[in-house]
T-cell receptor, first 110, second 113 residues
Framework: RKEVEQDPGPFNVPEGATVAFNCTYSNSASQSFFWYRQDCRKEPKLLMS???SGNEDGRFTAQLNRASQYISLLIRDSKLSDSATYLCVAPNFGNEKLTFGTGTRLTIIP | NAGVTQTPKFQVLKTGQSMTLQCAQDMNHEYMSWYRQDPGMGLRLIHY???????DQGEVPNGYNVSRSTTEDFPLRLLSAAPSQTSVYFCASSYSGDSYGYTFGSGTRLTVV
């Protein structure tokens, strides 16, 4: 089993809709998790961090379920500018190393 | 505040050539890392450093060397380039502690022919 697994998609979603991604992880010792956003041919950029139960930032909500070892990302009222690949990331305990999922590609359709 | 700066942005090498990818950050971050990104593989850790003078191997270290003589700089050296090293390379840095995300450089696109 991969350390971090994501559905690669693609997810094609109409503008204004709500979309959710899940990510499963295998290392139960991981304390915090991150969602990064990566645009085509660009570097990953930090979108949100997830620690205890969850985190909300505007239209974005990230949740953590330790019992089932998954994290989720919910995007409400999706915009065309949300089109990107979303990367689920689990650091090791000391945050020296990151393990990335392969990413979920999202396209928002006008 | 430039963040994480990588040079060059593009490079073509012949098999067997060596080169150094440069990475510099001006945020006084303790942690620095090198990742490579290949289609369908996600980002994989090559080498990382938790401070000046301290480096360690990641998931795919073979064929690469690093050093960290200063907090700001973390160069990645390809010893003898191979076609399998064709990839996009990202440098990243962070404060220590698990509550901080990493800041990535804009990447180096390397082709080995």
């Amino acid at each position: 089993r991969k350390e971090v697994e994501q559905d690669p998609g693609p997810f094609n979603v109409p503008e204004g809709a709500t979309v959710a991604f899940n990510c499963t992880y295998s290392n139960s010792a991981s304390q915090s998790f991150f969602w990064y956003r990566q645009d085509c041919r660009k570097e990953p950029k930090l979108l949100m961090s997830v620690y205890s139960s969850g985190n909300e930032d505007g239209r974005f909500t990230a949740q953590l379920n330790r019992a089932s070892q998954y994290i989720s990302l919910l995007i409400r009222d999706s915009k065309l500018s949300d089109s990107a690949t979303y990367l689920c990331v689990a650091p090791n305990f000391g945050n020296e190393k990151l393990t990335f999922g392969t990413g979920t590609r999202l396209t928002i359709i006008p | 505040n430039a963040g994480v700066t990588q040079t060059p942005k593009f490079q073509v090498l012949k098999t067997g050539q060596s080169m150094t990818l440069q990475c510099a950050q001006d945020m006084n971050h303790e942690y620095m890392s090198w990742y490579r990104q290949d289609p369908g593989m996600g980002l994989r850790l090559i080498h990382y450093s938790v401070g000046a003078g301290i480096t360690d191997q990641g998931e795919v270290p073979n064929g690469y060397n690093v050093s960290r003589s200063t907090t700001e700089d973390f160069p990645l050296r390809l010893l003898s380039a191979a076609p399998s090293q064709t990839s996009v390379y990202f440098c990243a840095s962070s404060y220590s502690g698990d509550s901080y995300g990493y800041t990535f450089g804009s990447g180096t696109r390397l082709t080995v022919v």
